[in-house]
């Protein structure tokens, strides 16, 4: 009896361990075909990179005409370059106050970087036909107000002195005519002993500021001619040139 027992026990024990037991493997699973299922991976979260908030952005590409460094003359298109307005902004006309900061008596340079860059956007409004590309460089009405000793000067510059400008820019684009596309700038030249201090209470002025007429804007024509462009009058605001006459001095 007990030998029987012993035997059924023996029995089930064998049978619960083939029940457990792995299929066996081999290079193509348990059924000896190719699995198309790529064994599977620890997968780990990480966060995206991302460009700190306070990071500055990448620069921008410009268009900007820059020179050889060598004295060659540059080559400006009007239309391609009208944008460079954007970048052209004048010295602070204002103080904290919001109130016109006051003239002084310091003589401009021609070599400072507003002026350099004012006689070229002058020489792209021409060759562009845009007299907006240049307009920051035109005389300011924040300093016309103080010097000018007229009844209403802010009409006077807006009704005369721009107005005139903007004439003269579309008439100097038509003088080039088809020479326009491939004009050359050169410089500005200004007339050596013609720069002066004018007085309080000359030429209809409340200021003194510094003044130089009749200089030369040139340029080379498309076929390597030699060329220029009056520029009537100069005047100083705050230590620095500006545009008042291009052509004639109405």
Same mark, same amino acid.
């Given at each position: ?7 059924? &026990? ?5 049978? /619960? ?12 699973? @348990?059924?000896?075909?190719?699995? #198309? ?11 995206? =990179? *991302?460009?700190?908030?306070? /990071?500055? @952005? ?15 003359? %540059?080559?400006?298109?009007? +239309? ?27 003589? @401009? ?10 006689? *070229? ?11 907006? $590309?240049? %307009? ?8 016309? !107000? ?11 510059? %807006?009704?005369? &002195? $721009? ?15 088809? !020479? ?5 700038? $050169? ?8 720069? *002066? ?6 030429? +209809? ?17 498309? #076929? ?5 462009? %009056?520029? =009537?009058?100069? $005047? ?6 500006? &545009?008042?006459?291009?052509? +004639?001095?109405?």
């Amino acid at each position: 009896m007990k030998l029987r027992v012993w035997a059924a &026990l023996a029995f089930l024990a064998c049978a /619960s361990a083939c029940d457990r037991a792995e299929p066996p493997k081999g290079p193509g699973g @348990p059924t000896g075909v190719a699995s #198309d299922t790529p064994p599977r991976r620890e997968r780990r979260l990480t966060k995206p =990179t *991302r460009r700190p908030t306070n /990071s500055p @952005p990448p620069p921008a590409s410009s268009d900007a005409s820059k020179t050889d460094g060598g004295g060659a003359p %540059e080559v400006l298109d009007g +239309g391609a370059d009208a944008t460079a307005a954007a970048a052209l902004v004048p010295p602070a006309l204002l103080g904290p106050d919001g109130k016109p900061l006051p003239q002084t008596d310091v003589e @401009p340079t021609t070599s400072s970087p507003w002026f350099e860059a004012g006689v *070229r956007a002058v020489f792209r409004a021409i060759v562009g036909d845009d007299p907006a $590309i240049a %307009e920051p460089f035109f005389f300011p009405l924040a300093g016309y !107000q103080q010097v000018k000793d007229v009844q209403d000067p802010k009409r006077d510059w %807006e009704r005369r &002195l $721009i107005a005139h400008f903007r004439r003269d820019v579309h008439d100097y684009h038509k003088r080039l005519g088809n !020479q326009a596309a491939g004009a050359r700038f $050169i410089g500005l030249e200004l007339p050596k002993g013609k720069t *002066r201090w004018m007085k309080p209470h000359t030429e +209809g002025n409340k200021l003194g500021y510094f003044r130089v007429t009749h200089s030369r804007l040139r340029y080379e024509t498309g #076929d390597g001619k030699p060329a220029s462009l %009056e520029v =009537t009058s100069l $005047i100083s605001w705050r230590g620095e040139w500006y &545009l008042v006459h291009l052509n +004639g001095f109405e």
